[in-house]
Every structure is written in structure tokens, then in C-alpha cells.
């Protein structure tokens, strides 16, 4: 038998593992919040969803068919799917997943005390510096610790040290007490994770549905399935917030992230290869490598921090004392080599910012531009495109705001009583307000790992706009790179802060085009041609879906938006979430955004993803602002159908809202993993066990969401067809054949490309529907293949068989290689990209 037949379905590997719960402390038993029942928000829906009982879809009526599906309990996944996909091995038949989120380069210890933490849970003094009002539990007025009080304490516990040597000073409000975990298992590790899928105890739980149930002993039952991924795999670089892109090989590349503060940028493209494991090398920069050389008896830099930390927060406006915080001798981001330089470009002035170089030693793959926020984008020559991301001016430095003491009359830090932090608003403001959009396209080869700027086809768009390749011709190299939204940087007069709206002005672009023009490094807005305007902005779920005929001409080429922002009509210089779901068919002679039926309630952050029978699943989401939970988080689940443009509202919802930082995959198995979100947001005011709702009690959680399609009309699990036999690989033109049991008939045979989505992108994810004739006696099919990389990018891929009942298939991997041509680069096309290559390395040298 094949070993891909073995493969885990995930659908019998949900278990409860009460056996294996390792003896408790104290306080790691189920937490016991403040709770009052008028608080509660989430509403009943019986049969599919019961408020009151343990799990809500136990009810003796549920019927998972007629509810739209069913939901897992809660996992532990140990760190936040901010970011995560799918990684494949070359010979693998089950993926890995990888995730990671902020400070992924770092431990959560490193960022917090676990001892104050420890502290602020019992209530205990010392409060941290800084703190001056402590934990209180809102119905009784006392102090009976962190769990007891719905406000964010754990801020208190991060590290003063990290915040100056790893952060540069700069606001780590949000940023620090994400990592601030109540699982002591979870602060130990690193926080880029790897979760082996195949693992027997993946997918473990304790069954809860609640995140404020969720236990220390829980969380032991899937650990051993996780391991680190960062720091000791060779990841140097802060990839919180970067695009990323799957290459043909499995491996995945990622551009740009977070440069020591909220909203910097970063230059580097850092690689993961999934073979083995570890990340391509790169230079460490200096207060990472300081940072794991600390001395044994001070690992945090806290004893050599604190009375430099001390007497700047009894004499903040003391420049010499504020210097003294950069502790780590010739690692300051501030002073080591930021600059910005503005230079007159089509006729407006454009801004650069350079540096630091002691935090971003320079690399020959870095991108001419720092980046936060960016889109990467594989293409179907297997090289990737880099769009937008947002950067700031470094050499402002932080600026902490103060307040004048009314009993000593002398000024004072302007503190967050909770935090001991100064108020994220108030602070760095100068370098906030340097924020620009970067507007110059890169494309990163991966072979020559070198990137190289269009300087002649500028966009501006926010960050992480949405982009797709699609096919243009008949030919290997015939395609074009859908954008949006984004605008003529000219139309804003030049303007790289525009943060306004763009109306979802959507774009194609001639990448080939871009990349040939003799005339590449000169500033310009060329390649570029307008399509239509979808109405609405960043923030909204996608899918794409195509459809091929035997021949291998393109039917259909379906990008779908769901939700996202528009103006306010009672404020024009606010937005507001929408619910208009649209369509464009790009193989359609003119095409354009035609409007499908709407989501259940206005959202951004919708996710989305195709299935196996050609539906796209909707999960979470962000509403507009409201009292009510369910009115401000899109709990349900949603089925659009894009044969006939419905979205159907479906019974089944999950009790944890999951907005911008949450994701979406399809899994082998046709089932859905819903993933993700900062679990500070994990437990809601409105929550059903801690209704006053608590940013502390929350857990980094997975729930795994089974279609209806898996489930006869009575409920029971359908019976599955299975693929029996299928190549390993998928070669463009080239007819394969699928084996099946015998006597099933089968309805629709689809590959779906898996890829890294985050903050709603689509990330390469495609759904490609082929053609395919079967002869059901001897169960053979015979598939005919997509035949040029447009309308299948070279990578990793499930196959997946449906049969006559709409019931799908376990996937079987394959992998699209690259379509090559070793003819296809003359020889003064490389002397030229040789001498760019050279120029750049000079540049490069003297940054």
C-alpha cells in the first residue's frame, strides 16, 4: 500500500488525553474570573449552538449537516499563527505547519519576567516600576490578582532591558504583552514553532470550547508535536509582519518585518528550507548576537539595566541618562547608521531611510528597501514579487512623554498606571509620523538570492495589498500580475504617506515587462494599466479559482473579495467595514468587479479559503464597533458558492473571535484549521466564562472546523472516496492519472496550491479545477494537466478527487516544478543583470 494512503486523517485524531495531564501548581488549574451572567453576549442558536452547555455543539439535536458543519475543541498551538502554512517536504504526505509571530527570533522569557509575572497572578508586591495601580477584581474593588481583573497587567511584566538593548526604546506597548503567556509551558520555548501534523498527539485537547477554561495540563497533551524554530534553527532577524512566498522547492521565502520597533522595516529576505529544517545564514546583528552572549549570572541584562533604568525614570529629561539605556557598547538602532535623505523624483520630493546597519548588517539579498507590511508574491517563473510595506525614519529616536509631578512640581514619565509603561499614544510620535509607504516593486531570485528594484513602476498601496499572476496568452511567459488597491503615486501628488483611501483601484502589471525595460532604475509609473475600482479597500478576504479544459485553455479565472473597508459616510476621514462581497473573472475579455451576495454582517479581516468542491470558506472577521460581541466579531462561518455568486450564513460559530491576526487552511483531509489572532484578544468582553472579558486569561489556541460536506443527512460521516494511486509530481501539458477504488464516480478533480496567508491575503492559495475523463469500472482517471505556469505557479499542491455526493477526498501532495528554458536568458541580458548585481554590492557597501 502506497504510504500516502496512511496519511492522518485529522477527522480521528481529535482526542481528549485526560490520562496523560502532568501533576499542577497553584494557580494552573482552570482560572476563576469575575463573573456576571447579564454580561454574557454570545447567544443561544439550539440546536447548533447551546451558551450553557461545556461544549455548545453537544446538544442532543445537533445535526452537523444541517448546521453547516461541526467544531473541534480548543488546541493548544504554544505560540500565536499570526503567520503560518503549510510546509511540505519533498516526499512527504503530511505537511508540517509553521508559526510564528512577534519577537519570533526570541524566547517569551526573553521578552518577560516569568517571575513577575508569577507576581501580578497572586497579587503580590512588589509591583513592578512604573505600576502604581494593582490588579483588582472589578465586583469586589480588592486586589485578588491578575485572573480576577479584565485589565491588561501582564504589561507590567515585560522586560525594561528588552525594551531598550532589543527594541531600541521604541513603544513596545502590544508588542510585549503578547508574549506575556499564563501557560508556564509557553514561555520557555521560542516563539517560531514547528507543529508536525503527523504527530499521534497533534491535535490533543483537554475538549474545552472555552479559552478562559484552558489549563497548564492541557497544554502538556500536544507539546511533544511542537518544536522550536527560530533562534536555534538560525533565524536572526525579526519576521513578525513579512511577506512571504513558497518557491517551487517547498522552500519559503520571507521579505522584509519588523525592525527592532512597531512599523520599521526591515530589508532582509530571510529563507526556510523544510528539508532540513533551518534557515539560509545571515549575518546576526549586534544586539541579537549580545543578547544570546549575556553573562550567565544576568541573562536578561536586568542587573546591569536596572540602575541605569532607575535613574532615567527619576530624571527623564536627562539626556546623558537617556543615552546610558542603549547599554550594549557600539549596538545603538538610534545612532548606528539611520538616516533619511530626500531627493527630487518625477517631480516630488521622494524619501529614503537608510540604516541602521548595526541591527541590519548588510546581506547581497537585501531589498533596496526596508519593509513592514509587505505582499510577497511567487511567480510562475519561480522568482518573487515584493509589493508595498511601510517604513520609518530610525534617526528620530523615541521620544517618551512626561507630565509635571503636582507634589514635587518636577516633570515625571507619563505613565500607564497598569503597565508602568508610558502611554502608548503619547509616545514616539516624530517617528510615527515619518511613516512611509514604500512604492518601488523588488523582485527576489531565489537562484542568485538578489533582489532588484523597479524603480520604474511605482504603486503606493497599503500594507499587504492583495496581488495574483494571471495568464495573459498561450505562451510560457504570456501573464500579468493583478494589484490591488493602490494608486498612482503622481495622482497623490507625490504624497509616500498617503494613508487615505485608494476606492480599491485594482491594477495590471507587466512585471516581464518592468524587469526588461532598459530603463528599470529610472523613477517612473510605467507597466501599469488601471483594470477598475472594486469599491472598497484593504482588510477583505479573497479566494481564487480557476477552471481548465482538456485542452488546457483557461474557463474561468475567479478572484473574489469578501468585506473590507469604505469610507464612513458620517466621517469622511474614517472607515468603516463593509459587507459587499465581489467578483472579476479574469478570463473574460473585459473584465471587471461584479457584485455577489453578501457576507452576513459588515467585516474586515474576513478568512477565506477554496474547498475541495469548489466552495470558498468564510471564518471570523472583524464588525464594526458595537456592544454586543456578536455584532463586533463575525463568529459564524460562511459558504459562498462562486458557480452562482450566494453566501449562505451557516448555524455553526466558534466562541473565539479571530480578526486580522488570525488564518485560515485548508488541511489534507478537506477539513478547515481557523487559527491565530493575538490571544490577548482570545476572551472577549461578553465571554461566556469570563464575561468582563480578560486580555491575561487568553491562550494561543487552534479549532479545527469538519464541512458539511463530510456528513450524510442524518449527521453520521459519509463515506469517502479514496485516491488509490497518483503521480508525485504534476508536470505542465502533461496528461496523469489517478487511480480510485473501483465503481466511484467521481465529479471533479482539483489542485489546490498551499501557501503561508496571513492578515487575509491569499498568499498563492489557488483552487484549479481539470478536466478529466474516467472509466469508473477499472476506477481510472485520466487528468489533464494545466499547461503553463500562470495557471498552476510552480510549488506545492494537495490533489484532491471529489465524488458524486460532493464528498471530497484525503489529498494526495504533488508538486509543480518549474517550467524551464535554459535558451531563455541571452547573454547580454546576464552581462547586464551581472553589472546591476555589481553596483548594487557597492551601494551595499557603503550603507
Known sequence: MPKWKSALIILSAMVSCWGLIPSVSAHDGEPNPPFDPTKVQITDDIPCFSKSLANPYGHPGYNPKLCGGLLSPKIATHTTGVHGGLIWKNDSEIPKYLLWFRHPEFRAEDVVSSEVLERLIDGDLPLPLGVTDAPRNP????????????????????????????????????????VARRIHLDRGIEDVQMWDLSHPL??????????????????????????????????????????????????????????????????KVNIFDPETETWAPRA????????????????????????????????????????????????????????????????FPFIRYEGPTVTSPPDRSDMRYARWYPTALTLPNNKVLVLSGVDQNESLGTTKPTKIDPATGRKVLDLDPVSGYTKDALTDGPFRDSVIFQVVPEIYDPEADRTRALENARLISPVYPHAFPIQTGPGRDDWKVVVFPGSLLSSLGGDQGFGGFHDGKTWLFDVRAALADPKRGTPGEKHLTFVDSLGADNRMGTAELLEIDKKGKLLSHKIISF??????????????????????????????????????????????????????????????????????????FQLHNPADGTTKKLRVKSTVPRSSHGNIHLLPDATVMLVGDDHTNSVPVGDRVAPFGDPDLGVDTAEIYYPAYLFNADGSLADRPAIVEAPDEVKYGKDFHIEVEKGTRIKTVALIRTGLPTHSQSANIRYI?????????????????????????????????????????????????????????????????????????ERRAKR
Not at 522552500?251 to 527592532?260: A, E, H
Not at 529629561?317 to 538616516?339: D, E, I, S, W
Not at 506545492?796 to 471529489?802: A, E, G, I, N, P
Open 139 to 178: 465586583l469586589t474593588g480588592r486586589n485578588e490578582g491578575a485572573f480576577r481583573d479584565p485589565r491588561s497587567n501582564f504589561q507590567g511584566a515585560v522586560r525594561q532591558s528588552y525594551a531598550w538593548g532589543m527594541y531600541g526604546g521604541f513603544s513596545i506597548v502590544g508588542h510585549g504583552r503578547s
Open 202 to 267: 497533534a491535535f490533543a485537547s483537554e475538549g474545552k470550547y472555552d479559552v478562559a477554561k484552558m489549563t497548564e495540563a492541557g497544554a502538556h497533551l500536544n507539546k511533544s508535536a511542537f518544536k522550536d524554530s527560530g533562534f536555534s534553527k538560525g533565524l536572526r532577524y525579526n519576521i513578525y509582519c513579512p511577506g512571504q512566498a513558497k518557491l517551487a522547492d517547498g522552500r519559503v521565502v520571507f521579505v522584509g518585518g519588523n525592525n527592532m520597533n512597531s512599523n520599521n522595516g526591515q530589508y
Open 284 to 347: 546576526t546583528p549586534c544586539h541579537r548576537a549580545a543578547w544570546a552572549a549575556a553573562p550567565h549570572d544576568d541573562p536578561f541584562f536586568e542587573h546591569l539595566f536596572a540602575p541605569l533604568y532607575e535613574a532615567f525614570f527619576d530624571d527623564p529629561t536627562n539626556a546623558a541618562k537617556k543615552a546610558a539605556l542603549y547599554f550594549l557598547p557600539n549596538c545603538n538602532p538610534v545612532t548606528g547608521g539611520a538616516r533619511a535623505t530626500v531627493t527630487m523624483e518625477m517631480g
Open 563 to 636: 468585506g473590507g473597508q469604505i469610507p464612513d459616510p458620517a466621517n469622511p476621514d474614517a472607515v468603516i467595514a463593509t459587507d459587499q462581497v465581489k467578483m472579476i473573472d479574469f478570463a473574460e475579455p473585459n473584465p471587471h468587479w461584479k457584485s455577489q451576495q453578501p457576507i452576513y454582517q459588515a467585516a474586515t479581516n474576513s478568512k477565506s479559503t477554496p474547498l475541495p468542491d469548489g466552495t470558498v470558506i468564510i471564518g471570523a472577521g472583524q464588525g464594526n464597533p458595537d456592544p454586543a460581541l456578536e455584532k463586533r466579531a463575525n463568529l459564524h
Open 769 to 841: 479545477k481539470l478536466a478529466f475523463e474516467q472509466d469508473a469500472r477499472k476506477g481510472e482517471l485520466t487528468v489533464h494537466a494545466p499547461v503553463v505556469p500562470a495557471q498552476a505557479i510552480p510549488g506545492d499542491y494537495m490533489l484532491f478527487v471529489v465524488d458524486k455526493n460532493g464528498v471530497p477526498s484525503v489529498a494526495k501532495h504533488v508538486r509543480v516544478p518549474v517550467m524551464r528554458n535554459d535558451d531563455e536568458r541571452h547573454e547580454h541580458e546576464k552581462h547586464e543583470e551581472d553589472e546591476h548585481d555589481r553596483h548594487e554590492d
